[in-house]
């Protein structure tokens, strides 16, 4: 599904990411893990076209991330609160996602009235903008927006981050379902160790920019992983 | 203890990143500033002669007295137009031993060094200077203008107060216009018992005590009430208004831009900066009256009156056009990896100005009243804007990369946020477009021909707006990293 190629990324000539070849194969569940400055962030701009590469390409779905729009209609992403409208209520921001990915309102009640559970009543029917939410509600939202019209790829930079533990369960299961039963591409980057080895099934360690381990997740997993970062 | 907060203060101001963005701007500012500064001091001194010139029969500062109430009320809505508490940082202050109360005193205190405050000085101390040395008593002229003093801090405290709620403004300006009114007319002069008052201020130098008073008085609310939100729900964080959800089905109509219309049409609704900006757009509709009302201008000098009536149907388009993607700085990393086309996006923007330029036409139908003549050249004014205007205005907000923080209104000279050099360049051919275009064939043919060849521009602007709108596209697309990363940079 997303093929990385060269592809490296420098800021006045010091290298933050460097990735040779990289390929996510549809509907795998990618993981990614790294300290803070590992270029996580960074790949995600990336495979956003939010930041031009120093070098290389990445093709999502064979479209050239960097050369053309095609790839926006299958994949969404929630990356930071820039992500989020803050003047709109939960419902009118979820719509109006919906409404630039071709879903009219009803579609959009559906999904929502799946994740009753996940908002935790806290979300929708509040009559409050957005900006006034919590950080954790934010996120909530968020990420819900990102799953809203069937995307083919999603795109999630530390969902775990800011979220009560309850919602963390759920969010996981979500994850897991996606890619495992509707195929779609899911990738994820967390500082939580334990929380990428529950949804992953792969998991790429970077370090410096540089990919330093890519595991294919089993029962020893979570252990390697703790050792690499207590060093 | 004050000393450490003025140390924090410098850094906040010099550190701050509008600050250390470009000479420039820094420049411009500093112009402004003294531009502003130089007219009041200019107008303070020569206040005196002109009075005596044009009014010999009545002493210049009985006059100035007449007339100090409608300065008071103009000042009043400036400052509420554009004067903000500052909340200082309050909140990293609120756990540290220091007294509240000389938190709030060094707030208070520091809002007197405001430049509104320093144009009621300005204004006031050279004419003050000047009256002594023409030989009005010094006792008087000092207390008079100590009085003055008092008064215009009596304001500042006020506005603080009145700040909160939009009402006031709104009772505010059509008293102004009222007073006006009323006294242009001929009706009632409200100047009369006023400067009565202030008068006896002037003659008599203890009434001092009374506007001392009052200062002292607001002053002391001000810190109350500052005191009683001194908690973090009240003062820091800003209060969560109930959202009463408007229907804006009827907008689907628009097609596949109509998600995006309903988004601004909310934006504008629901937040501080863009209501501030329609609010002005709205007295660009007046600006007429300037020229209109002068035989001059229509006599001799009908082309500026093309640049008139650009501007009495263009003020939305000129005040919100040029901040276009500016507006939308806050998510626009959404935006941009939403599955939207930048054309749609663009032309949304574009639709949204024609429809205010449409309306300010509408509104602008009692300038019948100046004649078909005045009338026509708004019309072909609004032609053009709706032709040429919101695409020179588009093409200009590629250039701009500004973030814009939504929810806080602008401040005078001490926020760029989305202002700097290149606006003010792409801005010119705004204004002076119109007035060759009209100017040419009205020298050469007759006024007529120079409104057709106004309007018949903004007709062809319209015709080719497929044309101007890829080209703009590609601009955008072309400085679209650039943007992003400009409007990702942390205030």
């Known amino acids: ?231 | 203890m004050i000393k450490k907060f003025l140390s924090l203060e410098w850094k906040q101001f010099f550190r701050a990143s509008y600050f250390q963005k470009g000479i420039a701007i820094k420049i411009l500012l500093i112009l402004g500033a003294i531009y502003f500064g130089g007219i009041a001091i200019l107008l303070g001194g020569g206040m005196f002669f002109i009075f005596k010139k044009t009014m010999p029969e009545i002493d210049p500062i009985i006059t100035v007295n007449n007339f100090l109430v409608y300065w008071i009320l103009f000042e009043l809505m400036i400052r509420f137009f554009m004067q903000q508490l500052p909340v200082m940082n309050i909140k990293p202050l609120m756990i540290i031993p220091i007294k509240r109360s000389t938190v709030i005193h060094y707030l208070l205190g520091k809002t007197t060094i405001s430049f509104f405050n320093f144009i009621s000085l300005f204004l006031f101390l050279p004419f003050s200077i000047v009256l002594i040395a023409k030989g009005y008593p010094i006792a008087n002229v000092v207390f008079w203008f100590l009085s003055l003093m008092c008064i215009t801090l009596i304001l500042n405290f006020l506005n603080f107060l009145i700040n909160k709620s939009n009402t006031v403004f709104y009772i505010l300006v059509p008293l102004f216009l009222a007073l006006i009114g009323l006294e242009y007319y001929d009706i009632y002069k409200i100047s009369e018992p006023i400067g009565v008052v202030f008068n006896a201020l002037y003659n008599n130098p203890i009434f001092i005590l009374i506007p001392l008073a009052g200062l002292i008085g607001i002053y002391y609310t001000n810190f109350k009430f500052i005191r009683k939100g001194f908690y973090l729900d009240d003062a820091v964080s800003k209060k969560v208004k109930e959202v009463n959800a408007t229907d804006l089905s009827w907008m689907n109509r628009f097609g596949s831009i109509a998600p995006f219309l309903k988004n601004d049409v909310k934006m504008i609704s629901r937040n501080a900066r863009p209501k501030q900006v329609l609010m002005m757009s709205f007295f660009f509709l007046f600006y007429g009256l300037f020229f209109f009302t002068q035989s001059v201008y229509i006599e001799e000098m009908p082309y500026l009156l093309a640049f008139a009536a650009m501007f009495i149907t263009g003020g939305f388009l000129l005040s919100f056009g040029q901040l276009v993607p500016s507006w939308d700085s806050e998510y626009y990393k959404l935006l941009m990896s939403q599955n939207i086309p930048y054309r749609q996006y663009l032309e949304s923007k574009w639709y949204l100005m024609v429809v205010a330029v449409t309306v300010s036409f509408i509104l602008s139908t009692p300038y019948i009243y100046f004649g078909w003549d005045i009338y026509l050249m708004i019309a072909a004014g609004a032609l053009f804007n709706i032709g040429l205007n919101t695409f020179i205005t588009l093409f200009g907000g590629a250039l701009n990369r500004v973030p814009i923080e939504l929810n806080t209104k602008a401040k005078a000279f001490s926020n760029t946020n989305g202002f700097n050099p290149t606006q003010l360049l792409i801005a010119l051919p705004k204004m002076l477009l119109p007035i060759l275009i009209f100017l040419i064939p009205y020298l050469f043919i007759s006024f007529n021909a120079g409104l057709i060849a106004l309007a018949l521009t903004g007709a062809l602007g319209i015709v080719f707006k497929n044309f101007f709108l890829n080209k703009i596209e590609r601009i955008y697309q072309k400085g679209k990293y650039k943007t992003i990363a400009a409007f990702s940079e942390k205030k």
């Open chain 1, 1 to 231: 599904m997303i093929t990385v190629s060269n592809l490296s990324k420098s800021y006045n000539n010091v290298q933050v990411l460097n990735l040779e070849s990289l390929d996510i194969p549809k509907g795998q569940s990618f993981g990614l893990v790294g300290n803070n400055g590992a270029g996580k962030t960074t790949f995600f701009s990336l495979l956003l076209d939010l930041i031009q590469p120093s070098s290389g390409f990445i093709k999502n779905k064979e479209v050239l991330v960097n050369e053309s729009e095609d790839w926006k209609p299958f994949t969404s992403s929630f990356i930071d609160e820039s992500f989020l409208i803050g003047y709109l209520t939960a419902e009118e921001y979820f719509y109006f996602i919906g409404e630039l990915r071709g879903q009219n309102p009803s579609d959009v009640d559906k999904l929502l009235s799946q994740f009753s559970d996940f908002f935790h009543d806290e979300i929708l029917g509040k009559k409050k903008y957005l900006r006034d939410l919590s950080k954790g509600n934010q996120k909530k939202a968020g990420i819900v927006a990102a799953l809203i019209g069937n995307p083919e790829v999603i795109i999630l930079d530390e969902p775990f981050a800011n979220l009560d533990p309850t919602t963390q369960i759920r969010l996981k299961q979500i994850l897991k379902d996606l890619a495992q039963k509707q195929g779609v591409t899911v990738l994820v980057s967390s500082h939580d160790l334990m929380h990428v080895t529950d949804v992953c099934e792969r998991i790429v360690v970077l370090e410096k920019g540089e990919m330093v381990k890519d595991l294919a997740t089993s029962e020893a997993t979570l252990k390697e992983l703790e050792e690499h970062f207590t060093g």
